[in-house]
């Protein structure tokens, strides 16, 4: 899976869209004329950071709608519905920072020696805990395998040597990341 510039473009501006349009009133953004991959159905996360820091972060972690409808109302969930931040603030809009987590589907991981640190992402459940942590979490915090499950089972609500209880279930997935940071280098794996 790879997403052409032209798209990544355009998704950036649909999420950046959304958020002005919940912020000012203006309509939210229209997807008619979208290229094919928008309609896709895939799943999703939007990350917001301001001046460096996280500030919102939701998404789809299965195709449940196209592309492009779940970006409008990710970026909007992320913004104004994240538990962990009050919502964000008119003025808060020209340094804000967005990231789009294109999700390849989930894999049922069997042995944790597969998962790659960078390139998969990590999802944990056991009974009804769940944890995701995106594959560029444990990248930019300089996590090992071990500490990358931990985190994630703690994400979960899980104790962190969780992810060793044949009774927890761990999925892997890849994505496809890119930002309108100004120092992003294009699209990450």
């Given amino acids: 899976m790879s997403i052409s510039e032209a798209d990544q473009k ?3 501006a649909l999420a950046r869209g959304s958020i002005r349009a919940h912020l000012t009133g203006e309509a939210i953004p229209s997807l008619e004329g979208a290229s094919p991959l928008l309609c896709e159905n895939r799943g ?3 990350s917001l950071h301001r001046r ?3 500030r919102g972060c939701i998404g789809y972690l ?3 709608k196209p592309l492009g409808q779940s970006v409008v109302e990710m970026a909007a969930a992320a913004a104004f519905h994240d538990p962990r931040f009050r919502p964000l603030g008119k003025e808060e809009l020209a340094d804000l920072d967005v990231e789009i987590s294109v999700l390849t589907p989930m894999q049922r991981l069997e042995k944790v020696e597969n998962i790659e640190v960078g390139k998969h992402g ?3 459940e056991k009974g009804s805990c769940r944890g995701l942590l995106l594959p560029q979490v444990a990248v930019e915090y300089r996590w090992d395998r071990t500490k990358f499950l931990e ?3 703690c994400k979960a609500g899980l104790p962190p ?3 060793k209880d044949p009774d927890t279930r761990i999925y892997t997935f890849t994505a496809d990341i890119f930002s309108d940071h100004p120092a992003a280098a294009g699209s990450r794996k």
């Fill in 10 to 12: 355009q998704l950036l």
């Fill in 44 to 46: 999703v996360f939007v």
């Fill in 52 to 54: 460096g820091h996280l």
């Fill in 62 to 64: 299965e195709a449940v």
């Fill in 122 to 124: 990590l999802y944990i």
């Fill in 151 to 153: 985190q994630t089972c």
């Fill in 161 to 163: 040597q969780a992810w």
